[in-house]
């Protein structure tokens, strides 16, 4: 297949119902990296709350067809879209659909006046992190300058996240 064979569009509330399968099989991943087994598939975003996300209008999705693969949901914080999850169906990566998303994302982000996106991840996973640096995000390393994101990482914590693992990552838009 090649990637012209995939397409990507804004997300509708209907397409909530099929988000919690995709992110379940693309967490099945983390059975893979020491320490984060445990992590694998278990929680997956509520249907009401990607519904939420998705009527605020800066969520997208990406088909193989009639098929979802792969998804992107976010939410606006003042001048700042703040991505929750991205996920790509583990038999549909490595196409290009994840990066695709993020772009799409920074495209409309700009569009719409945001002067930057951000998200929360693990620092030392390569789908993670080092993927979003290769993107254009950095971590944000002086955390008592953006409360909102501290306050993020620490309620990950309280989830049971390892908070050394995990960090705060910005792309400012220009």
């Known amino acids: 297949m090649s990637r012209s064979d995939w397409s990507l569009r804004l997300a509708r509330p209907a397409d909530a119902e099929r988000?919690?399968?995709?992110?379940?099989?693309?967490?099945?991943?983390?059975?893979?990296?020491?320490?984060?087994?445990?992590?694998?598939?278990?929680?997956?975003?509520?249907?009401?709350?990607?519904?939420r996300y998705i009527r605020k209008g800066h969520c997208l999705v990406v088909h193989v067809g009639d098929e979802m693969v792969g998804f992107l949901v976010n939410e606006p914080f003042n001048r700042e879209l703040h991505i929750w999850e991205v996920d790509v169906h583990p038999d549909q990566q490595g196409r290009g659909i994840g990066a695709g998303l993020i772009r799409a994302c920074m495209v409309d982000a700009r569009n719409s006046g945001f002067r930057a996106i951000t998200l929360t991840t693990f620092r030392d996973?390569?789908?993670?992190?080092?993927?979003?640096?290769?993107?254009?995000?950095?971590?944000v390393t002086a955390l008592d300058a953006h409360p909102r994101l501290a306050g993020e990482l620490a309620v990950e914590?309280?989830?049971?996240?390892?908070?050394?693992?995990?960090?705060?990552m910005i792309c400012f838009l220009d």
């Not at 988000?19 to 598939?41: K, N, Q, S, Y």
């Open 125 to 139: 996973v390569p789908w993670n992190a080092p993927f979003y640096e290769k993107l254009g995000f950095e971590e």
């Open 157 to 168: 914590a309280d989830h049971g996240l390892p908070a050394e693992r995990r960090c705060a």
């Open 19 to 51: 988000m919690p399968a995709i992110e379940a099989a693309a967490g099945e991943l983390f059975r893979t990296v020491d320490g984060l087994a445990g992590l694998a598939g278990e929680h997956t975003l509520p249907v009401e709350r990607l519904e």
